[in-house]
């Protein structure tokens, strides 16, 4: 999906460059998900379970454009 694709590149151009190792695996964790769970959670119709992703998902979404 392109608009999923998009928040992921802000993600990578914001932040990626001073994430630490845990903030980097966590983001790739997240891009393993499949992509309807993460448009969901990315429209707020869901939340994830894991904490950690919840946390990142709000970050990302929360990124200026």
Do not use: H
């Not at 998900?33 to 904490?51: I, Q, S, T, V, Y």
């Amino acid at each position: 999906m392109r608009e999923l694709d998009q928040l992921m590149l802000r993600y990578l151009d914001q932040r990626w460059p001073t994430a630490d190792d845990a903030g980097r695996a966590l983001f790739l964790q997240l891009l393993d998900c499949e992509d309807d769970k993460l448009w969901r959670w990315f429209m707020g119709r869901e939340r994830p379970e894991n904490a950690e992703l919840d946390a990142i998902v709000s970050l990302i979404a929360d990124l200026p454009a």
